[in-house]
């Protein structure tokens, strides 16, 4: 396998997942979508909207293709944005506003918790689904944005284990701990034992 179709056309995300494969020394080379790909995503949780790209992904380019559906789970808000995470607002900035404009009656950090999860679908032109996972990573969100790395809401989003937010850590500390980067680790696995 040279390489895998990514049901993506979030260029951050290539960079991040390329990286990530690149660093774990997996010899594969990530295709994008090559036409506009807007699924309709209205799967009721990660893995389902997972693979409702995935599938549509790997029918438009006719071989396996995998994606990833990935969120913002905060628990004062009932784990919203969740699955909305990319709806949530119009642009980041509106919607990392909107996000601590609903967190403004809880300012300590014990109300703030948050999670990132992230879900990875590996499905062919069919529809068969041959691999799936789901990871998680913990933080909180604090009041500022902090950093200019990363996308999302990677300004806000901290993390106790390096003392600072997704957006403040350089590529390689990220693909260490994120929620995206655990699942990758399982799909990493999953390829090499799989390289058919």
Sequence with gaps: MKSIVFATSNEHKIYEVQSKFDCDNVDIKIIPVTQPFE???NGTNFLENAYIKAFEAAKIMGVPAF???????????????GI?????????????TKLL?????????????????CAISLVTPEGEELFSTESQCNGYIIKELHGTNGFGYDP???VKEYNKTFAELDIDKKNRISHRALALNNFIKFIKNNKS
């Design 84 to 96: 909305h995470s990319a709806r949530y607002a119009p642009t980041r900035d509106e919607k990392i």
């Design 101 to 117: 404009n609903a967190l403004k009656d809880f300012p300590q950090e014990q109300e703030r918790k948050a999670h990132f999860s």
């Design 156 to 158: 806000v989003f901290y």
């Design 39 to 41: 699924p309709e995503e």
């Design 67 to 81: 994606a990833d559906d990935s969120g913002l789970c905060v628990d004062a808000l009932g784990g919203l944005p």
